[in-house]
């Protein structure tokens, strides 16, 4: 059995961060979905890019055209500024988070981590702890599952 070890405050607050911005990015994509499921019910397709749904949004409120009405318009409206809000929040908790340098009490395991630690340096290192817990670099993959399960019978080749 491996045990957890204790996390001081400060990595738990990071762990935070890191928790609270991932549900901001998670509301933004809903509310995305939601403006992009609106427009469809008007037959209006927009891109499931987000840069795409700001960029055709403002043209589309402006096009009389299309048959939207003035109510509709005015939801669209509010609804186009919560992503930017949600933006804005997500950006406040990446300016708190401040990446920790590396470092490394075990070279095997910081050795097998090494593109993983550029990609998610943060959380990975707030879960991870200080690697007391890893006898050696295996240890810490199978602990976050990359080594392939074993699918033999275990009888005998012939």
């Not at 738990?12 to 961060?17: E, M, P, T, V």
């Not at 403002?58 to 109510?71: R, V």
């Not at 007391?132 to 019978?153: I, V």
Request: proline share 6%; glycine share 6%; hydrophobic share 40%.
């Amino acid at each position: 059995m491996r045990f957890v070890t204790i996390k001081t405050i400060a990595p738990q607050d990071l762990q935070a961060i890191h928790r609270i911005r991932s549900e901001l990015v998670r509301q933004r994509t809903a509310k995305v979905n939601q403006v992009r499921g609106l427009l469809a019910e008007y037959g209006l397709v927009v891109d499931r890019q987000v840069a795409t749904l700001r960029r055709a949004l403002p043209e589309l409120l402006e096009n009389a055209e299309i048959g939207l009405s003035f109510d509709f318009r005015g939801l669209l409206e509010d609804l186009r500024q919560d992503p930017i809000r949600l933006d804005e929040r997500a950006a406040e908790m990446d300016k708190k988070v401040h990446t920790p340098p590396i470092v490394c009490l075990l070279p095997s395991v910081c050795r097998l981590s090494r593109g993983l630690v550029q990609l998610a340096q943060p959380p990975f290192f707030v879960r991870w702890g200080d690697g007391k817990q890893f006898k050696r670099g295996r240890d810490l993959a199978d602990w976050l599952g990359l080594t392939p399960r074993q699918q033999s019978s275990g009888g005998c080749w012939r």
